[in-house]
């Protein structure tokens, strides 16, 4: 049910002065006629696919709509294996343990950001109320669809009841304080009894002779140690027993992990990362302060620095004059953030004329570049001199993102080199890494300029061995 008229109206009103027009409209169409689930974690990035809408515009979308109250943003720690969300918060805030541990498949995952942390957008209730508001009103396979799996699992809009009933053996809902007893015939393969509520599971090894004799096998939920464990039984009758001292109902399907199961769960489709998320110049001017704890490091596995410097900037002031130096310098900046954010990147920090920024992938921090150099060509043909010298520097690895000064910010060896790969560059040549002229975007990009990077090994202040970094000219 949607708000009073009025006030989404005006909700909307307040988007349309920050975002794109295209996208505010195909929002407000989301929030008057979708399905609820349609507004139940929504993958920006599948969204914008469908809509037809460039993926930047439409997370700068979401974001400001989220601000503003329209929506809420959700950060779920995923299991990379079956996709199920593991932990799901309003905040990034409350990603703290090393390893998140998913029964479903018997195994840990430390959080990285990149790949085991998703972000998405759930309509707020005071503008629509859904079923997903009230996650134990869903029917068991949509609790599975909306609640349980990622939004990067790629499930088919309809016939979702069809798709698990023909992985499953048997289900049931049990409500707090009740039992159920299922009897079953095991087939010779191996079944895991899933409960997505309480995030439990017991697998059953069913091998050998099959045998006629019934098997026996109890399970008790409850909310202090969910039920785990393998037992071997034989192919034939099986009699299951449930129970449920929770104070909440619980959803247990008996499921046969063969090859059709591991092909629901295996198709994905991209969605929007934690270190996406980030890395975007909308998210840190609308988040600056809110991301990280001081105390948290998480872990990314790659992600792509590029710094840049103004060649003689003193120089530049002695020259030209205090007003005049400091506007073209303020103009550099405005160039370069706007080409930051249009690369799908965002700038984590300025340094008197230098800038530190992020980039998702080796490719948009080439793209990037590449942009800077010609706009500060562009910029000093304007003003029909040579002043605006841009240094700039290019390297991709893992690292931590931290919170210093009271700013998201990002730790690591990745970054000390990334910092003085920039201080060999000069106005000529961008210098970059083996790890980002090697990556496929970035190699495709130069290739279509005509560029070729020549390698040099060089030495790095605080780094034990040569690394080979390439001149972009």
């Avoid at 109250?69 to 996709?83: A, D, K, M, Q, T």
């Avoid at 509520?197 to 069913?206: C, G, M």
């Avoid at 590029?306 to 400091?326: C, I, M, P």
């Amino acid at each position: 049910m949607l708000c009073s008229m009025s006030e989404t109206e005006v909700l909307f009103s307040v988007l349309r002065r920050s975002a794109d027009a295209n996208a505010v409209a195909t929002l407000e169409r989301l929030v008057r006629e979708a399905p609820d689930r349609a507004l139940n974690r929504i993958n920006v990035l599948d969204f914008a696919t469908r809509h037809g809408l460039g993926e930047e515009l439409t997370i700068a979308a979401f974001l400001h709509a989220t601000r503003i109250g329209l929506f809420e943003l959700s950060w779920n720690v995923l299991c990379p294996g079956c996709g199920g969300v593991l932990d799901a918060a309003a905040t990034l805030k409350s990603v703290r343990q090393d390893t998140y541990y998913c029964a479903f498949c018997a195994a840990g995952y430390e959080p990285t950001l990149d790949e085991i942390v998703e972000v998405t957008f759930t309509i707020s209730p005071r503008v629509r109320h859904i079923a997903a508001h009230d996650p134990a009103s869903l029917p068991m396979w949509e609790y599975l669809r909306q609640i349980f799996l990622s939004s990067g699992v790629d499930l088919p809009e309809e016939g979702i009841e069809d798709l698990y009933e023909g992985l499953t053996l048997d289900s049931v809902e049990l409500p707090p304080g009740e039992k159920a007893v299922l009897s079953l015939q095991l087939p010779a393969e191996f079944v895991i009894v899933f409960e997505p509520v309480t995030h439990s599971a017991h697998f059953i090894d069913v091998k050998g002779e099959p045998t006629r004799g019934r098997q026996h096998v109890s399970i008790v939920y409850n909310r202090v140690r969910p039920p785990t464990g393998t037992e071997v039984l034989r192919p034939g009758p099986l009699r299951l027993s449930l129970e449920n001292r929770t104070d909440t109902r619980v959803l247990p399907g008996v499921w046969v992990a063969d090859d059709k199961l591991h092909e629901v769960t295996g198709r994905r489709k991209p969605f929007m990362t934690a270190k996406r998320l980030l890395s975007n110049q909308v998210f840190r001017d609308l988040y600056r302060t809110d991301t990280l704890d001081v105390d948290q490091r998480l872990k990314i596995t790659s992600l792509t620095f590029l710094f840049t410097d103004l060649k003689g900037s003193t120089d530049l002031y002695e020259r030209v004059g205090d007003l005049d130096a400091f506007n073209l310098v303020r103009s550099h900046f405005r160039v370069l953030l706007d080409i930051v954010a249009a690369e799908a990147g965002a700038v984590v920090k300025t340094i008197g004329d230098a800038v530190m920024a992020t980039f998702p992938t080796p490719g948009r921090a080439v793209g990037a570049a590449l942009r800077m150099r010609e706009a500060m060509r562009e910029l000093n043909a304007a003003h029909r001199r040579q002043d605006l010298l841009l240094k700039i520097g290019i390297h991709e690895g893992p690292c931590l993102a931290v919170l210093l000064n009271d700013r998201q910010d990002y730790f690591g060896q990745t970054v000390n080199v990334a910092s003085r790969v920039h201080g060999m560059a000069d106005a000529t040549a961008i210098i970059a890494t083996g790890p980002v002229v090697e990556d496929a975007q970035a190699a495709r990009l130069l290739e279509c300029r005509g560029v070729q990077p020549a390698p040099h090994s060089v030495a790095l202040r605080g780094v034990t061995r040569e690394i080979m970094v390439y001149e972009i000219r």
